[in-house]
C-alpha cells in the first residue's frame, strides 16, 4: 500500500512540473526577462557613461563626445601617444571636422593632469567595461526586436519592438494582454501616477508606454492623449490579431491610425477654459470690497455731517465719582 502510495505521489510530480516546463517553454516569458535585462543594462550604461565623463575631465578637459562608446574610444587612443592623429580621431568619431577640432583641443590643452602607468591602466580596463556593456546593450535590443516580431507582429509593426516587448513586460504575458482594455493598455507604465492621482486627487495621467512614440510625445500638448488613445485601440485590435486569428493586419491598421493621427493634429487649438470657481470667488472678493467702500463712505459722512449739539459728550459722559475729588477733600477738611 505504501508502495503504491509512493509511486502516485511520484507520478503526480513528474505531471506537475511536465506542466510547468511546458508552460515555461513559451518565448514570451524569456523576451520579459529580456527586456528586464535590458532596462537594468541601459541604467547601468547612463551611470557608467556619467561617471567616465566626469572622469575623463581631469585628463582631457574640454573633451566633449555625446555617446559614451565612443568616448571610452576616444580616451584608449588619448592614452596612447603614438596613436594620437586626426585619422584616428576620425575614425571614431566619423567627421572629419569635428575630429580636427578635438585634436586641436588635445594637442594645446594646458590644463590637462598627465596620466601615470597606474591611472592609465584602470581608466582604460573603465573604458573596456563600458564598451563590453554597450555591445550587450546592442545584443539584447537586437534579441528583443527579433522576438517582438515572431511573438507580436502586428504590434511591433504599429509601434516597435521594444515598445511591444515593454507592454507585454508590464502586463505579465501575452494572454493577459489579449484582454486588457484600450483604457488599460492607454496607462501601462503610468501606474504610479494613477494611484497618485487616486490617492490625493491630482491630475489624471492620459499616457504611460506609449509617451515613447514619436507621434505622442511631438505632438501637441492638448492632443497627446487624444494620439495616445488611438494607438491604444488600435493596439488591442493588433494584440488580438496577435493571440487568437495569427493573421498579420498591421498594414491596415497602420494606414488607419496615420488617417485618424492627421485628423486630430488639423483640429485648431481650443482656448483656455476659464476656472468657474475662482472667477466666483474673485467676483465675490470684488462684491465685498466695493461693499466695504460703500460702508465706510457712509460712516465718513455721517461723521462728516453731525451736527455739534449731536457730539458725544466725551468729557462728562464717564466722569468718575471719586471719594477723593476736590468737592469730597473740602468737605472732609
Not at 462728516?304 to 466722569?319: L, T
Request: glycine fraction near 4%.
Amino acid at each position: 500500500m505504501e508502495d503504491d502510495f509512493e509511486e502516485m505521489r511520484k507520478q503526480m510530480l513528474n505531471e506537475v512540473k511536465d506542466e510547468i516546463k511546458s508552460g515555461y517553454s513559451n518565448e514570451q516569458y524569456t523576451l520579459i526577462q529580456a527586456m528586464n535585462a535590458y532596462d537594468e543594462v541601459i541604467r547601468s550604461y547612463n551611470l557608467f557613461s556619467e561617471r567616465l565623463s566626469e572622469w575623463s575631465g581631469i585628463y582631457y578637459p574640454g573633451i566633449r563626445v555625446q555617446s559614451a562608446n565612443s568616448l571610452a574610444s576616444l580616451i584608449k587612443i588619448f592614452n596612447n601617444s603614438k596613436e594620437i592623429s586626426v585619422d584616428s580621431i576620425d575614425s571614431v568619431i566619423n567627421d572629419r571636422g569635428k575630429s580636427e577640432s578635438l585634436y586641436n583641443i588635445f594637442t594645446n590643452s594646458r590644463m590637462r593632469k598627465d596620466l601615470n602607468a597606474e591611472e592609465s591602466a584602470i581608466i582604460e580596463n573603465y573604458c573596456d567595461m563600458i564598451k563590453s556593456t554597450y555591445k550587450s546593450l546592442n545584443e539584447l535590443e537586437e534579441y528583443i526586436n527579433n522576438t517582438s516580431k515572431r511573438l507580436l507582429p502586428n504590434v511591433t509593426y504599429l509601434t516597435n519592438g521594444i515598445i511591444a516587448a515593454e507592454l507585454l513586460n508590464k502586463a505579465g504575458s501575452i494572454e493577459k494582454l489579449s484582454i486588457m482594455p484600450s483604457s488599460t493598455v492607454q496607462l501601462l507604465g503610468a501606474e504610479n501616477a494613477l494611484f497618485k492621482h487616486i490617492k490625493f486627487g491630482s491630475k489624471p495621467p492620459k499616457y504611460g508606454l506609449l509617451f515613447k512614440l514619436p507621434d505622442v510625445n511631438t505632438a501637441r500638448k492638448d492632443l497627446k492623449g487624444r494620439i495616445a488613445r488611438v494607438y491604444a485601440n488600435k493596439i488591442t485590435i493588433a494584440i488580438k490579431a496577435d493571440v487568437y486569428t495569427k493573421n498579420f493586419i498591421g498594414e491596415k491598421l497602420k494606414d488607419d491610425l496615420e488617417n485618424s493621427i492627421k485628423r486630430i493634429t488639423a483640429l485648431p487649438v481650443k482656448p483656455k477654459k476659464t476656472n468657474y470657481n475662482s472667477f466666483k470667488s474673485d467676483k465675490h472678493f470684488k462684491n465685498n470690497r466695493i461693499n466695504n467702500n460703500r460702508i465706510g463712505n457712509n460712516k465718513h459722512e455721517n461723521i462728516h455731517h453731525r451736527s455739534d449739539n449731536n457730539k458725544p459728550n466725551w468729557h462728562n459722559k464717564n466722569k468718575s465719582k471719586n471719594k477723593f475729588s476736590n468737592k469730597n477733600f473740602k468737605k472732609h477738611n
